[in-house]
């Protein structure tokens, strides 16, 4: 069998999911069930022989297998493979024998599992991180990152996150924090922060900026980075678009951290026009295989400099972020989740997962509860997302809340690492972390106590008793915010479930759901636009209704055929160095509160540095990232400034300012719909209550003005 029929016949093989129907899959399941039969007569030498692609990520995968444990494999059958991992040894056996399994053969049984059966291996598989007691991945073991979001980067909503999650037992495996502005000089900021939390409080943990490797090195220059982050891919083409690097760089990078956190999730690839016609569950394999490929190259490279040891790595599912071009049901999430758990512990990776839903997938709030709690009794992750609320603030999410975790653990019989198990007992939050409707610590309001014990820590000499007042404070302060902290501890139920906490934060959760649901068909005001740019230009993108443009995000990458030649006209002397564009993107609401302030400011800013700014701005319906890309091509423009609404699900209306400079580095245009995301600079969270439109468009300014001196954008941007 050549590479194109096995590559076929594996897509025809999938549980169907809407994310290969784009790539030639089918959602007929009877042609499903033939080609899971014959998947399961194919030994692992056929699947092993026939590569599949031809880039770095398969030269790296058949690097770093072991081949004599591969030919000791050869003649198994996928069937066989299925019946060995079913097995009451099966622990014993990967740990012997996983190094010869090759990703494609690692997908291609799962295929040919149950869910139930895929329930079976991944619940009786472990990877732990080293140590004799309940470590991060052991069989007792059930973790956490604490993932304290901010759309503005402040520190407070950092800080409080973090003490609200260390309440509840929370943050054992990572402090973990997605950065609304992605500039060197915020992640030194941050990383700095999160160390700060993590020295004071003498948290037996790891802390990590999740930017991308390569400003994470850039920024190894200025302050200690605790954990190297980067998101993976199956293809070469991928990587390149995420973070601009093939597999050589990555490995370079990787061996200057002594830990590394990697992310991964099906579908990056599919909806990013990466794929290369290979299917959305032999992909992720392939991703943990290059997470273990990275590890081992970097050990050979280094091992030759007698410097290396074997570094701390995790990986993180983010099974449902990217919407419904991927899944749309609830089952097609839970069969991606137990996939992606049984395919990374295969590989022999400490394995956690982020159970989550954007908002335009339509899966409720309740039902994304029961999902979670369905796969941590049956699949057992290393760990979870822990959020404030059932939202993220920043990204804009439904994922795991803090005060879930306690019920989590006790329905899983599992508990946090020991050595962070013993930290909080000293700090006296016993009570708080075991149990989410337990009262105060011993030494008063857990949240309060550990603001007091941190800024004591750093040399405040106010009062124990003044400090924890000046907490209470700005938690209350923090919920007028819209941040889901200090919620009542009352008495549980046999259910575990706290009744006035619960309803609090189910009906703020509802409320949320419902503003998103909204924010998703909002329009774009036409007087807020005719007042803030008058003359301004309006089009459409080539998604035929605001439905196809949800369902089908390619659709809001390009721009209509009739509107094409507007823009090419817009200017017919002098084209403009910098051009700025607007889209309703995922919620025109945050184009209509935020856009009048920030374009005021941002042209101000603009003029007075001298910079020729198009007269007329583009505003376009039902519009994408890579939108920009094809108005940087028509008009031929240095920079394109695209502000696009997006994030529903915040309770915020946030808009992000993406910025991409549109020439390569001979100074040749190389704008093009399919650009590279890794070439744009993108700026967060602007909003009121985020980062605020003034300052998002002074940090906008001086990224341009940085883009058009150093003629470069995006990751070469640091």
Known sequence: MNSTELKQLLLLANRFKDGDLSIGGTSDEQLSDDARRHISSLTLAELTGAELLEDRVTEALNASLNNRLASELSNLTVAQLKRILLDAKAQSWTESYRDGLSSEAIAA???????????????????????????????????????????????????????????????????GLNPASDD??????????????????????????????????????????????????????????????DVDGLVEMAGGFDGLYFETGQGSEVTNGAAEGADMV???????????????????????????????????????????????????????????????????????????????????????????????????????????????????????????????RRLAGRQITSIMQRRLNAMGLTAAMTDAAAGAPEKGDPVAYLYAAYKKAGGDRRSLDALCEAGRAKVAELQTRGFDLGLERDAASDFGEAAASQNRSERRMQAIYEHARRSLMARVDQGVMSEVSPGYLAVRSAAKSREDYLSHPASGERIRDEDVKLIAALYPTRRPRVQILISDGLNANAVNENVKETLASLKRELVQAGCHVGETDIVLENG??????????????????????????????LLSAYVTYGRDHAGALRWDPLLDHSCTTAICGISRAGKHPVKA????????????????SGVDLV
Not at 702 to 709: G, I, K, Q, S
């Open 109 to 175: 049984v799962v295929k040919v599992m149950s869910d139930e059966e895929l329930s079976r291996v991944s619940s009786a598989l472990f990877n732990p991180l080293s140590g004799s007691e309940i470590t991060i991945g052991a069989a007792g073991h059930f973790g956490s990152r604490i993932q304290p979001n901010s759309p503005g980067d402040d520190e407070d909503e950092i800080l409080f996150s973090i003490f609200e999650g260390l309440s509840y037992g929370c943050g054992d495996v990572i402090l």
């Open 624 to 653: 994408r990232v890579r939108a920009g890309y094809h108005v940087g091509a028509l008009l031929g423009a240095d920079v394109i400034i695209h502000f696009i609404g997006e994030r529903p699900g915040t309770g915020l209306n």
């Open 282 to 408: 032999t992909l992720e394999s392939r991703t943990y295989g290059l997470a273990r490929a990275i590890a081992r190259l970097s050990a050979d490279r280094l091992n030759r400099n007698e410097r290396w040891q074997q570094p701390w790595m995790i990986v993180n599912d983010v099974a449902g972020f990217i919407g419904p071009e991927v899944f749309t049901t609830a089952d097609q999430l839970v069969r991606a989740c137990l996939e992606d758990l049984v395919m990374a512990k295969v590989h022999g990776l400490t394995m956690g997962l982020d159970v989550c839903s954007t908002f335009h997938m339509g899966i409720e709030p309740a039902t994304l509860r029961s999902i979670t709690e369905s796969i941590v009794r049956s699949a057992a992750p290393a760990y979870l997302m822990a959020v404030p609320g059932n939202a993220d603030p920043m990204l804009g999410y439904m994922t795991t809340s803090f005060r879930e975790h306690p019920r989590l």
């Open 697 to 712: 468009a002074a940090e906008v300014a001086r990224v341009v003005r940085r883009m058009l001196t150093e003629q470069r």
């Open 184 to 245: 060197v000089d915020t992640i030194v900021r941050l990383e700095e922060l999160l160390c700060s939390v993590v020295t004071r409080l003498e948290l037996p943990t790891r802390f990590c900026v999740l930017s991308d490797i390569v400003k994470q090195t850039a920024a190894r220059k200025h302050t200690r980075v605790d954990v190297g982050f980067q998101s993976l891919a199956g293809t070469s083409a991928a990587m390149a678009g995420m973070v601009g690097l």
